[in-house]
C-alpha cells in the first residue's frame, strides 16, 4: 500500500524568506509525486510534478521539489515567499497506471509580513 | 480548456431534500472523481469513474449516489443527508495511467441543515 507524510501541519515564514515543506512517501511500487495548492474556499490547483527523469522539478510561482529516491522524499522549496503564498499545500501520490491520488495530511504555509 | 466546472458553488439543504451536485469537464479526460473536504483536512476519495464505469466506491453511505451520463459529465445525487455530510465537495478528472495531473474543480460548499 502507499501513504504519503507531510511531517509540518503548519509552516510559518517571514516574507521574502526560503520555505521548504516535507513530503515523504511509502510505496513498494514506482509512483507519480505531485504538489497541490489550496486557497481558501477554493478548489487544489497543480504546482508542480515529478513523473521520471530528472529529479529536479520546476513549477509554477517559483516553486520546486526535488524528487529523492533513497530518502522516498519529494520536498517543495520556494527561495523567497509572498503573502500571496499563505495557502494550504498537499502532497500527491498516485500508482504509476492506477487512478487512485493520495493526498498526504496538508500543510498549512502563512507568510507573515 | 483546462476548466473542471462544478456547479453550484454553494449549495445549502434539509435533511429531507434531494439535490444535485453538477460536474463538467471538456479536457477529454476519461477518469472522473469525487472527493469529499472537511476543514482543514486532505480531501478524501468518494467515487471514480473510469470510462464512464464506476471503478471505486470508497464506501461510501448510500445517501450519496453518483452517475455519469456521458464523459464530460458527473454528477452527485443527494438524499437524507446528515449535518456531518456538510463539506466541500470537490470534482476532478484526469486521463487514467499516464501520470498527468488530476484537475480539480472550485468546489461545492454544502450545508446541510
Known amino acids: 500500500a502507499q501513504s504519503v507524510t507531510q511531517l509540518d501541519s503548519q509552516v510559518p515564514v517571514f516574507e521574502e524568506a526560503p520555505v521548504e515543506l516535507r513530503c515523504n512517501y511509502s510505496s513498494s511500487v514506482s509512483v507519480y509525486l505531485f504538489w497541490y495548492v489550496q486557497y481558501p474556499n477554493q478548489g487544489l490547483q497543480l504546482l508542480l510534478k515529478y513523473l521520471s527523469g530528472s529529479t529536479l522539478v520546476k513549477g509554477i510561482n517559483g516553486f520546486e521539489a526535488e524528487f529523492n529516491k533513497s530518502q522516498t522524499s519529494f520536498h517543495l522549496r520556494k527561495p523567497s515567499v509572498h503573502i500571496s503564498d499563505t495557502a494550504e499545500y498537499f502532497c500527491?501520490?498516485?500508482?504509476?497506471?492506477?487512478?487512485?491520488?493520495?493526498f498526504g495530511t496538508g500543510t498549512r504555509l502563512t507568510v507573515i509580513p | 480548456d483546462t476548466e473542471v466546472t462544478q456547479t453550484p458553488k454553494h449549495l445549502v439543504m434539509g435533511m429531507t431534500n434531494k439535490k444535485s451536485l453538477k460536474c463538467e469537464q471538456h479536457?477529454?479526460?476519461?477518469?472522473m472523481y469525487w472527493y469529499k473536504q472537511k476543514a482543514k483536512k486532505p480531501p478524501e476519495l468518494m467515487f471514480v469513474y473510469s470510462y464512464e464505469k464506476l471503478s471505486i466506491n470508497e464506501s461510501v453511505p448510500s445517501r450519496f449516489s453518483p452517475e455519469c451520463p456521458n464523459s464530460s459529465l458527473l454528477n452527485l445525487h443527494l438524499h437524507a443527508l446528515q449535518p456531518e455530510d456538510s463539506a466541500l465537495y470537490l470534482c476532478?478528472?484526469?486521463?487514467?495511467?499516464?501520470?498527468?495531473?488530476?484537475?480539480f474543480g472550485q468546489g461545492t460548499r454544502l450545508t446541510v441543515v
Open positions: 479536457m477529454g479526460h476519461r477518469a
Open positions: 500527491a501520490v498516485t500508482l504509476t497506471g492506477a487512478n487512485n491520488l493520495f
Open positions: 476532478a478528472s484526469h486521463t487514467p495511467g499516464q501520470g498527468t495531473e488530476a484537475f
